[in-house]
């Protein structure tokens, strides 16, 4: 048995030169279209259909010529994109969500995740998850949301999102080991004495804006100001960690330092191999620390 012809596409002449039949969307055959695309020339309906200069494009033709655009970067190599600063929303967020979590919970989301020295070799990823806790104290998470908001944009923006994101997250850890390196030793309170906050992450920032503001030829001299102001403040008022601030800082300038001024033709080499020395010298620097706590106590 013979199957019957199918239906011409997109409107041609019908079988044994019948009437054409109605131009369908490729994308939806349910639906006839006599708008054609200006690039490919085939029906498109409604849905699909995107404004050009002259007429309307399908989806398709938009996305083809999306992919052939090169990608437009900044002077220091990020991609250029439309939109908020995913990254830096999304950092804001954990935070804020995190706090909310400290304050209905009772403390029991704060202990669950805060770090001090005594418990950072047991549970690591405290070096990390202290970043996104903060006090009681709305002032707190205020000062650190706000520094955020206003540096990680552009941070977000000239560095690229993967940069900015290992900038952030191992200047977190570097305010913790900070901490750790400065606490004195498990005969000192401050081994005992838990700690929270972006601040150390706040402060990587603080480091590495100053580097691209340099870099750039910007004028850096109010980061300058806020890096001494606030890291001054944690020497005349108590419960402030300026070791975290003091680690976080060191971490930023490093990193900043090797994403500002790498040579061009080779930024991706010398920001992935900085970026993973550092994150080396971090455990390093930690599981040093830890090995001569045994010979402390026995002392």
């Keep these: 048995m013979s199957q019957p012809p199918s239906q011409p596409p997109y409107g041609s002449a019908g ?5 054409a039949a109605a131009p369908v969307c490729p994308r939806h055959p349910d639906r006839v279209s006599y708008v054609r695309c200006q690039r490919c020339g085939r029906p498109v309906c409604p849905e699909c259909q995107r404004p050009a200069a002259v007429g309307v494009q399908c989806v398709d033709c ?3 010529a999306a992919r052939r655009v090169p990608q437009q970067r900044t002077s220091l190599g990020g991609v250029v994109r439309g939109g908020p600063p995913v990254v830096t929303y999304t950092i804001i967020g954990l935070c804020v969500v995190s706090w909310v979590l400290q304050l209905v919970t009772g403390g029991d989301w704060t202990r669950l995740w805060w770090f001090a020295p005594v418990i950072g070799e047991q ?3 405290r070096f990390l998850t202290s970043a996104f806790l903060h006090s ?6 205020l000062f650190n949301m706000y520094a955020l908001w206003i540096t990680g944009p552009f941070l977000e923006q000239m560095l690229g999102r993967w940069r900015f994101v290992a900038l952030y997250l191992l200047s977190a850890i570097g305010g913790s080991v900070g901490y750790l390196l400065l606490a004195g030793g498990p005969l000192s309170e401050t081994w005992y004495q838990p700690v929270v906050g972006a601040s150390g992450a706040v402060f990587g920032l603080f480091g590495a804006i100053l580097l691209v503001l340099r870099r750039t030829g910007r004028n850096a001299m109010q980061i300058v100001v806020l890096i001494a102001i606030n890291f001054a403040i944690g020497f005349f008022f108590s419960g402030i960690a300026w070791q975290a601030h003091l680690g976080g800082l060191v971490v930023g300038l490093v990193l900043g330092a090797a994403y500002a001024y790498a040579p061009r033709e080779r930024r991706t080499l ?6 993973s020395v550092v994150a080396i010298g971090l455990v ?4 040093l620390t830890y090995a001569t706590v045994p010979q402390v106590l026995g002392g």
Excluded at 136 to 141: E, M, N, Q
Excluded at 284 to 287: I, K, N, Q
């Design 15 to 19: 079988p044994q030169g019948g009437p």
């Design 62 to 64: 938009v996305h083809d």
């Design 123 to 125: 549970e690591p990823y």
């Design 136 to 141: 009681p104290s709305p002032l707190h998470i």
């Design 270 to 275: 010398v920001s992935v191999a900085v970026t």
């Design 284 to 287: 390093a620097a930690t599981w």
